[in-house]
């Protein structure tokens, strides 16, 4: 059986799904704004995997990460409903605030966006030139998120969630063009963040009917998803220690989790040097960069394959997103095997 049939045991009904009919509007509503990312085959890394790998390019978007499809869908519905709104505020470790700031300039909105100390300056920099106000609050995302709620208190902004179905609509659009153009993979691997990601890719699987074997991916220190998958409920970890901020979220949210309990065949964790390594590897492979969450999928393809039956079979990776910073990357090359 498959996993677009089987449910987890313990997950209930959600509502963070995204049906065929949202994902088309979302799709519609990006068409003017957005080019649709490419699905390559490169063969030095069907050679290193020993698969059929097709890649999804989502570090080819304006940002370097999908999470500027989700942004963009949100904004456009908020202005919509809210047109006397002034401005928007969020928190973030990079990518979900570079698609907030840039999708709220595009709308006519301010956007405030917290950081944790310490974070990224590469994609701190890179939000401050979309036009954020950007603040550094805090030793984590969650420090950054209550000062983030505060500030919308105070100043009246609007607190744009981490979560929430028109972000996982927009994002989805990503997995309804990675499921048309290769209808026949076995499985794909997707990093999790705040769950946005993963949940657009099953509602695209869904709403196509594919039995498709999705695997979240998540840092073996900042495990939390994984923990939660196994409870069957939400369980927090204490960590957020890892090289790959794209995934370092310690409290789970509910209801991303409940999708991925229904549609997701396991959550899989990787360590820094396998996604070190990836990185590498996908430099020499592809000569694409990736930072370490859009590296982890295919840290974890290398590290799972052979226990999930995956060697030879057709597998897509999605490659979210692309913005590590120089001096990691300089690191990471210095180690890389040609």
Known sequence: MTAALVRHPLARSTGALVGRAGLEAARDMLADL????????????????????????????????????????????????????????CAT?????QSIALAARRVGLSATI??????????????????ATLIEHGDDFVAASEHARARAAEQGLHPVPSFHPWLVAGVGTY????????????????????????????????????????YGVVSE????????????????CDSADTIADGIAVRVPHPDALEAILGGAEDVLTVTDDEIRAAMGLYFTATHNVAEGAGAAP?????????????????????????????????????????
């Open 114 to 131: 917290v950081v944790p100390h310490g974070n990224n300056p590469e994609k701190n920099a890179a939000m401050r030139a979309y036009g």
């Open 93 to 97: 470790r990079g990518n979900f605030g």
């Open 34 to 89: 957005l080019a649709p990312t490419a699905q390559h085959s490169w063969p030095l890394l069907d050679a290193a995997t020993g698969c059929s790998v097709s890649v999804k390019h989502e570090n080819h978007n304006p940002t370097g990460a999908f999470k500027v499809r989700g942004g963009l869908v949100y904004t456009t519905h908020l202005k919509a409903e809210r047109p006397g709104l002034t401005g928007v505020v």
């Open 175 to 214: 997995g309804l063009e990675l499921f048309t153009a290769a209808p026949d993979l076995d499985a794909v691997f997707v990093p999790i963040g705040m769950g946005s990601g993963i949940c657009g890719l099953i509602s695209a699987r869904n709403a196509l009917g594919l039995s498709t074997r999705i």
């Open 298 to 338: 295919l840290a974890a393809l290398r590290r799972y394959r052979d226990a999930l039956g995956l060697a030879g079979k057709r597998v897509g990776l999605i490659l979210s997103g692309g913005n590590a910073d120089r001096a990691l990357f300089a690191d990471v090359l210095s180690r890389a095997t040609p």
């Open 221 to 236: 220190t900042v495990d939390a998803y994984r923990r939660s998958f196994l409870a069957g409920t939400p369980v927090s």
